[in-house]
Structure formats: structure tokens, C-alpha cells
């Protein structure tokens, strides 16, 4: 197994997703947060510094940068979930592998091979995974 690079303190190192909430009326899709009850305006994943998927982005809202609410005006709340990591058995070879998640809501995901994989129907390590069908993500 290759050596673990997973530092929890770096976020340069780390599989994040970062949520920017204001009030229900401002998410462009009506999206609210079932745990704060706001609307979502931006709903992104991370790894490390670079961008792997927006999942929600208001009509208007610039990427990371901005932290006001294009529509109401008002601060965005930011709210960051961070990677948990877990040991799994390989399917294919029994050899257990490390994996780092991060979820939101009821969905989970990891990047595998450099591309977003949903973490759920995971059960091979790098060297036996072949690509999910896209619908699974």
C-alpha cells in the first residue's frame, strides 16, 4: 500500500465540500439545507485547492469568491464538511484500502483515478476499479 498523504489539519490535502447558505428565498433552485433550513446558493466540492464538481450555483454567483448573496445582498453563511476516512476489503483481491469520503446530505463521494465517484457502491481498490456508469453519481 502506498504511503498514507491524508493530513487532517491541511486542507491542501483534503477531500472537502463547502455549502454558502442564505435565506430560503435566495437559493435560484430552491434547494434548502435540511439541517439549518437555509437556502443554498453555492454547493461545491473540493480536493484540496482545486474544484471537482458544483453541484449548486446560483445564476450569478461567482465561483469561491464571493461570499454575498446575489440576491438579497446579505453575507452567505459558509458552511465546510471535511473527508472522514475508512478501511474497505477489495473485492477483487481482499487486500483492504484506505478511502477518504466526504458526504452531504445522503450522498457520498470520493475521487478515484482523478474523477468524482460516488463512494456508496465502492468495493474495489485503485488497482481493480473500473468506472461507475454516470448515473450512479
Excluded at 428565498?25 to 473540493?46: A, P, R
Aim: with cysteine; aromatic share 12%.
Amino acid at each position: 500500500m502506498k504511503k498514507d498523504k491524508f493530513n487532517p489539519n491541511d486542507l491542501y490535502s483534503r477531500i472537502y465540500i463547502d455549502a454558502h447558505l442564505c435565506k430560503p428565498q435566495c437559493s435560484d433552485l430552491k434547494c434548502i439545507d435540511y439541517k439549518s433550513g437555509k437556502g443554498l446558493v453555492y454547493l461545491t466540492m473540493f480536493k484540496g485547492p482545486w474544484i471537482v464538481a458544483i453541484f449548486i450555483q446560483n445564476n450569478g454567483y461567482n465561483i469561491i469568491t464571493d461570499e454575498i448573496c446575489n440576491h438579497c445582498g446579505e453575507r452567505v453563511e459558509i458552511v465546510r464538511t471535511l473527508s472522514e476516512k475508512s478501511k474497505r476489503k477489495c473485492t477483487d483481491c481482499n487486500d483492504y484500502f484506505i478511502l477518504e469520503t466526504v458526504s452531504w446530505s445522503t450522498h457520498s463521494f470520493t475521487i478515484y483515478n482523478n474523477k468524482l465517484v460516488r463512494d456508496k457502491q465502492l468495493s474495489q481498490c485503485e488497482k481493480h476499479y473500473v468506472e461507475q456508469d454516470e448515473i450512479f453519481i
